[in-house]
């Protein structure tokens, strides 16, 4: 659980940056987000990013970052799917992502 756990924990804390940074200020914009959103996200990647690493020696800072990257991740799918109207495969990884985090909350609850 532990590489998976600081595998996510990069992922995440490189996505939030790449959000936060205002790379992806169109696509959110393309799901009709207001611009704050974008940061919102942004942080609750990157501090579930940070939360997943130091989770990694406090475990419920790790069931409390899957739990928000999770959610994060499963709210970004239906988004994508439903107010994108995206195929469902574009959604795929947002999917993944959220199934790894929900593996991670079931180890540690």
């Known amino acids: ?28 914009a393309r799901l009709g987000y207001p611009p704050i959103f974008n940061q919102i996200t942004g942080i609750f990647e990157f501090v579930g990013g940070l939360g997943m690493l130091i989770g990694v020696l406090y475990n419920v800072i790790a069931l409390l970052s899957s739990v928000l990257l999770g959610v994060t991740m499963f709210v970004g799918a239906l988004s994508l799917i439903f107010l994108g109207k995206d195929p469902i495969k574009k959604a795929i990884p947002a999917i993944i992502l959220f199934l790894l985090n929900f593996g991670v909350f079931i180890y540690y609850i």
């Open 1 to 28: 659980m532990i590489i998976l756990q600081i595998i996510l924990g990069i992922f995440f804390i490189m996505t939030g940056s790449k959000i936060l940074s205002g790379a992806m200020k169109k696509d959110f």
